[in-house]
Each structure stands twice: as C-alpha cells, then as structure tokens.
C-alpha cells in the first residue's frame, strides 16, 4: 500500500485554466503538506494542515487553495494557472514534528 | 528567506569513497532531518536528529549537529553508484510543525 498517493502524476495545461491536484494519505497522520519544487530543484513550502486546520500559509498567490474534506486528504486547487506555476507538487504527511512520508509529485506544466 | 543552505551544491566522487555534505539553518529547532530524492521522484527520510542530540548513526550514514552553529554535516561512508541522488536538510521549527528544507547537494558516485 502506498503510503502517502497523490494524483495526477503529471498534468498538462493551458494557462488560465483551474486545476486540482489530490493527496491522500493512509498512515493515520495529522499533519499534512503541499510542497513546491521549481527547476532548481529548491523546495518550498506551501501549506500546511494539521487535523483539518490550516496552521501555515506561505505567502503564496490566493490562486492556490488547499482543501481538506477529512485528516487523510489534502488537495491543491489552482485558480487562473500561469507558465509560472510549472513545477514538480509534493504532498506529504508527518505526525507530531517527526520524519514526513512524500507522495511522488506531481509534475504540472502550463503551457 | 527562511530556507537552510547546503553546500556544496554539487558533489561527485569515486565508490569507496566518503561524501560528506554541510546544511546550514537560520532558525532555532525542534529537530533536523535529512531527506534523498532521486532523480524524478519523491523525497524519502533518512535520519532525524533531535536538538538535544549531536550525532546519530544509521548504518553508512552519520549525521552530525551543532546548535550553537546551527549547522549540520551529513557523511555517507564507502559510497556506492545507488547513492547518486540530491540530498536535503530539513529543520522543523521550533514549537512548529513547519518544515524547512534546504537547498540540496547534488551527489554523483560514478563507479
């Protein structure tokens, strides 16, 4: 069983457009996280959820809002997509400041 | 920015040999962590070491840190072609669940 699974694993599109990006985790978690890593391979954090409360909000464009329906899943939603949202997406999930499981990215090109 | 420096940014070495990477962080800690990612995919653990800890072993691995420089030195020992990968620090802030990664070094260990 995968521990921590997001989908799609790669997602081409148009600028303008909105799109979602789903994260599920099985490993009984509270926290979890959106991670963006750019072509220099830097990795920033996003969001982050810990029992279905948002505790940290980088200062990234309002166009991204993560949604947590339950504590096993984080998904991203991009509103108004632009070229410079093309980046490789990692969710990943971690208990109580201890080590984080990723999913295996999902690799987002707008073209 | 809050991210960690790592150097070098890029390491390449002969098998047999030690690899030995450097993570520098800017804030006070809970603990850090270091993560590999190969080429493509998701980050994966590797070792946490706690504030109150200065240096930890698992298996080839030793990590080392020092809070009063707020660094942390990773060393792989008699590495192997699988070792090729980016490696990450990672530092949870204190009193957080927020977790920072570096800029990562690149290793290379050609056969």
């Keep these: ?3 921590v699974s997001q989908t799609p694993k790669y997602l081409v599109t148009q600028m ?3 799109k979602s990006i789903k994260c599920e985790q099985n490993l009984g978690h509270d926290t979890m996280y959106w991670y963006k890593q750019d ?3 830097f990795l920033k954090i996003m969001f982050s959820y810990n029992n279905k ?3 940290i909000n980088e200062t990234v464009p309002n166009r991204f809002s993560p949604k947590s329906p339950d504590k096993a899943h984080l998904n991203l939603h991009i509103n108004s997509l632009e070229l410079g949202d093309s980046a490789v997406y990692f969710c990943a999930s971690s208990q109580s400041e201890t080590e984080a499981f990723f999913g295996q990215g999902t690799r987002l090109t707008v073209v | 920015s809050q991210q960690g420096e790592e150097d070098p940014q890029a390491l390449s070495i002969q098998e047999g040999e030690n690899a030995t990477m450097n993570c520098s962080y800017k804030t006070s800690i809970n603990n850090l962590q270091w993560y590999r990612q190969n080429s493509g995919r998701g980050l994966v653990h590797l070792i946490l070491i706690r504030s ?3 240096e930890k072993h698992s298996g080839r691995l030793r990590v080392t840190l020092d809070t009063s420089k707020k660094s942390s030195s990773l060393l792989i020992t008699a590495s192997r072609a699988a070792d090729t990968a980016s490696y990450f620090c990672a530092t949870v802030r204190l009193n957080t669940d927020k977790l920072i990664f570096g800029t990562g070094t690149r290793l290379q260990v050609f056969p």
Excluded: P, V
Aim: net charge negative; aromatic share 0%; no cysteine.
């Design chain 1, 1 to 3: 069983d995968t521990a």
């Design chain 1, 16 to 18: 303008g457009n909105d």
């Design chain 1, 39 to 41: 072509s220099k391979k």
């Design chain 1, 53 to 55: 409360e948002l505790i």
């Design chain 2, 52 to 54: 109150n800890e200065r």
